[in-house]
């Protein structure tokens, strides 16, 4: 099953983000419900597509590219974020629909799921990190900055691109520390 997600991690070119991912990834293969590792997975990959456009605004592109990017850069990286909120979902089995399924309702739900599910890890550091990157991301987006406006320096993209791996190493560290919480312990009723 980890064969499925091989090909995006190694575009995933930050060692820590695809250690991170590949150690999440060793440690729920022998979970009963393989119905929800499948799913799992296929989530990931999902969010894992958006990856490597990302990390042209880092260099060693063609110009056109890393111009084409830098326009659509929030866009793409509002995208991930939403679909790394399906994972969570997922990985919970949270029933949220349609809009709940956005990274600003994670944002903001999240302290109350701590309080309701108890997580363990460090759920403090993941609720700073999802705030940075909506004030940095979502909420920037959503403002009303000019469209040419819009476009950020390499820096500051570069910046952000660090910021996600950042994010994605800890969400698979706090996945990976609430892993009975999860809907993996639960045997699927298809097997």
Do not use: K
């Not at 991690?9 to 983000?17: D, G, M």
């Not at 390499?154 to 969400?171: F, G, K």
């Amino acid at each position: 099953m980890c064969s499925l997600i091989v090909g995006a991690l190694t575009a995933v070119h930050t060692s820590r983000a695809a250690t991170a991912i590949t150690q999440f990834l060793t440690l729920i293969r022998p979970c009963p419900n393989t119905a929800a590792i499948t799913l799992l997975i296929q989530s990931i990959n999902v969010w894992l597509a958006y990856y490597p456009s990302l990390r042209t605004v880092l260099g060693g592109y063609s110009p056109s590219v890393v111009a084409f990017i830098h326009e659509q850069f929030y866009v793409f990286a509002h995208a991930m974020l939403d679909a790394i909120t399906a994972t969570f979902c997922s990985f919970f089995g949270l029933s949220w629909t349609g809009a709940e399924v956005s990274h600003t309702h994670l944002t903001n739900e999240f302290p109350h799921l701590c309080a309701l599910y108890q997580f363990h890890g460090d759920p403090q550091n993941l609720l700073v990190q999802m705030r940075d990157l909506h004030a940095r991301i979502i909420a920037r987006q959503s403002s009303d900055i000019p469209q040419g406006a819009a476009v950020s320096s390499r820096d500051t993209l570069a910046d952000l691109v660090i910021c996600l791996d950042r994010y994605i190493v800890a969400l698979c560290e706090f996945l990976s520390a609430n892993l009975e919480r999860s809907v993996l312990h639960v045997t699927s009723h298809q097997e």
